[in-house]
């Protein structure tokens, strides 16, 4: 497998652009999460989903964020509008809970973005 | 309010000593922590991991610590060698229906292996 697959990997866009980050999990895992990290908050979770289903998106900082996954290999973050505060990386990870007990999560590469 | 810190920023050890990182808790719901490794540009990497139920799990050179009564946990690294040199962050989970399925990290702390 080739782990979790995130694209792009840079992103710099403007402030007020629309700005849409890519996940692809490792096949067979059942939970997909989004991560944020920043220096002032470290690695702080957006929104994981099971099975595809969003549940829990406590901490999608505002309405200017979405996510979705529409299908078990395929999830996008969406940010619109954007603004220089949401500067960061961007990580997604998938695991599979019900078979490694310890919750262990493989992350992808990360999405820097910068937006100016 | 922050459940897992990491009070250390950065540590500094020389090469072939031992590396001790910390972490500390406040959920007493957590069922396993874990570690994860991160060099830069890439993402966090697992590393080892501890049940609750346990107070010691070795991996090779990696040795992780849990305290529950004083809520802390510890890495151990021995010997410590360049390679690494990387951000560790401490992570914590509740058990599944726990209300929250994913991971709890602190905020890392980077050490650096000096030659």
């Known amino acids: 497998d080739a782990g979790v697959i995130q694209s792009p990997r840079h992103e710099v866009t403007e402030m007020g652009q629309e700005v849409t980050l890519r996940c692809k999990p490792i096949s067979g895992h059942d939970y997909l999460f989004w991560y944020r990290q920043t220096m002032m908050r470290g690695l702080e979770l957006l929104i994981y989903?099971?099975?595809?289903?969003?549940?829990?998106d406590s901490g999608m900082p505002e309405d200017r964020f979405s996510a979705k996954m529409p299908n078990a290999s395929f999830s996008t973050l969406k940010i619109q509008p954007s603004e220089p505060r949401d500067s960061a990386v961007y990580f997604c990870?998938?695991?599979?809970?019900?078979?490694?007990?310890?919750?262990?999560?493989?992350f992808g590469a990360g999405s820097r973005l910068t937006v100016l | 309010d922050q459940q897992v810190k990491q009070n250390s920023p950065s540590l500094s050890v020389q090469e072939g000593r031992i590396s001790i990182l910390n972490c500390d808790y406040t959920?007493?719901?957590?069922?396993?922590f874990l570690w994860y490794k991160k060099y830069p540009a890439e993402g966090p990497t697992f590393l080892i991991s501890i049940s609750s139920i346990k107070d010691k799990n070795e991996d090779g050179r990696f040795t992780v610590f849990l305290n529950k009564s004083a809520k802390h946990l510890s890495l151990h690294i021995v010997p410590s060698q360049p390679g690494d040199s990387a951000v560790y962050f401490c992570a914590a989970s509740v058990p599944i229906g726990g209300g929250a399925d994913g991971l709890t990290f602190g905020k890392g702390t980077h050490l650096i292996i000096q030659p």
């Open positions: 959920n007493s719901m957590f069922d396993y």
């Open positions: 990870a998938s695991g599979d809970r019900a078979k490694s007990g310890a919750n262990v999560l493989t």
């Open positions: 989903f099971n099975n595809n289903v969003p549940i829990d």
